[in-house]
């Protein structure tokens, strides 16, 4: 019995690793409307996990009692085989998951196969009964891993009722049917976007280094391919829309990263212009990502709109340069909307670890705080898309920020209240410049960027504060 206490506990330690991991930080789970059904799952599943832990740290489980652990342990097994059916249908597992979903169900398959041995050589034979067991530290071990799990079963449960609850977002895209195609439409922005477009209706082809990876997460249901030159010149579109770009975080900023960024942006613009040059129809409006790192840091706190000049540093200049391979489709008759994103927040992206410090009770300002955010909310990111796709009045370079910029100070103590964590662990700045180098300046740096021309032109934000957006996300 204390080898499958052991297995158990090695199952804790798995299981608790999936779900902050996967579930929480790299997709956001309880936060995606798609996946209301697996939350549903996951919660029966954690709870009945939980009385698993407890009852086997704790019991001995004689004659018909057996019965009750062995509905119990089926019910589970179950429930795990369903979550794979829908996990499958609703989402593209990344590779790590899948492996460690794959050592959980052998390592849970070891531990449910010797109990089966155990209890059919010790408990079945006895007298019905619920006898109290002595394992020592490893019995109160998994009364902590069984509290814990059956707390992250009430939270996926609470999850998707609210998601239940919640008002679906309208379709922006809604309205003619258009041919698109879309660059980086495998990213934080990119996927959402696509799966819209393609709910409204639209025509989508999308250009992705992973054409069956891009296949299987939009079920088919989009034209995936690796080049241009699978495009003939007949190939008509009514719309592009160009996300691409290798992430900006990441490993430090060295001449080889630099160059991989530059690559990503410059490149795949350049190409897309060239196509378009060669393309007999021409689609009336080319939208482009870029990002306010156009401005470089402004730590004076000073308002910054579009009219403001870059400035010379890497982030400025990478911006400048993709602006600059965009704007050469201005010889082609094409309408330019340029895009310069600030921190978009959403279930998944930067968002998530950036509350991650709070949700452990471990959240604080950076440096002195002063540094002041630009963010936006993905849902009005794709709103604003839809509005520059339709409104042939969107021309030139747009700040897409909310127009509640905050210092980073005011970011925690909010991140703090919408919680309900304290904030109290503040950071220096030097570990994080002496770690990350020159691409510290992501994060101790900041501007206060206005969306000056989309308020001119009436543009309406769904989230226009930043209490709005930590609400929706916390």
């Known amino acids: 019995m204390e080898v499958v206490l052991a297995l158990l506990l090695l199952q804790g330690?798995?299981?608790a690793f999936d779900t902050l991991y996967h579930h929480e930080l790299t997709v956001a789970l309880p936060r995606?409307?798609?996946?209301?059904?697996?939350l549903a799952i996951h919660a029966v599943r954690a709870l009945l996990y939980g009385v698993v832990f407890a009852g086997l740290a704790w019991l001995e489980w004689h004659g018909l009692w057996l019965l009750v652990l062995a509905l119990l342990i089926g019910v589970e097994i179950g429930l795990t085989l369903w979550d794979f059916v829908i996990e499958d249908d609703s989402r593209k597992l990344p590779a790590s998951?899948?492996?460690?979903?794959?050592?959980?169900a052998i390592n849970g398959g070891a531990v449910f196969g010797l109990l089966a041995v155990h209890a059919a050589q010790y408990w079945w034979p006895q007298p019905t009964a619920l006898l109290s067991a002595q394992h020592g530290w490893i019995a109160w071990v998994l009364t902590l891993f069984a509290a814990g799990v059956a707390l992250s079963g009430v939270r996926d449960g609470i999850a998707a009722?609210?998601?239940r609850q919640q008002d679906a977002v309208p379709n922006p895209f809604e309205g003619a049917h258009r041919r698109v195609l879309v660059t980086g439409g495998t990213g934080f922005i990119g996927e959402a976007l696509v799966r819209q477009l393609l709910d409204a209706g639209h025509e989508v082809t999308l250009l992705t280094r992973d054409p069956l990876r891009a296949a299987y997460l939009f079920q088919g249901r989009a034209r995936c391919i690796a080049s241009l030159d699978a495009l003939s010149p007949a190939t008509a579109f009514d719309a592009v829309i160009n996300l691409a770009g290798a992430p900006i975080a990441g490993g430090r900023w060295t001449a080889r990263r630099k160059a991989a960024l530059l690559q990503s942006r410059i490149g795949t613009t350049e190409a897309l212009i060239a196509w378009l040059g060669r393309a007999r129809q021409r689609p009336a409006v080319l939208i482009n990502a870029s990002a306010i790192g156009y401005y470089g840091n402004r730590l004076d706190g000073a308002p910054v709109d579009e009219s403001t000049g870059p400035q010379d540093e890497f982030m400025s200049t990478l911006c400048q340069r993709w602006e600059a391979a965009a704007a050469r489709v201005d010889a082609l008759d094409v309408r330019r909307v340029v895009l310069r994103f600030g921190v978009v927040f959403g279930a998944g992206g930067a968002l998530p670890m950036l509350l991650l410090p709070f949700r452990l009770f471990a959240g604080g300002r950076m440096g002195n705080g002063a540094q002041v955010m630009s963010w936006i909310h993905r849902d009005d990111v794709l709103a604003l898309i839809a509005r520059a796709l339709a409104d042939p009045q969107y021309k030139g370079a747009y700040n897409a920020v909310a127009p509640d910029a905050q210092p980073q100070a005011?970011?925690?103590?909010?991140?703090?209240?919408v919680l309900r964590r304290p904030v109290w662990l503040h950071l220096p700045v030097w570990?994080?410049?002496?770690?990350?180098g020159e691409m510290a300046e992501l994060f101790v740096g900041g501007q206060r960027v206005v969306p000056q021309r989309l308020l001119a032109a009436g543009f309406r934000f769904r989230y226009p504060t930043l209490r709005d957006a930590l609400r929706a996300e916390a």
């Open 410 to 417: 005011e970011f925690a103590r909010l991140a703090g209240q």
């Open 161 to 163: 009722w609210r998601l």
């Open 97 to 104: 998951e899948r492996v460690l979903h794959t050592v959980l």
């Open 13 to 15: 330690l798995m299981g």
């Open 431 to 436: 570990p994080i410049r002496l770690l990350a």
């Open 32 to 38: 995606q409307a798609s996946a209301r059904l697996e």
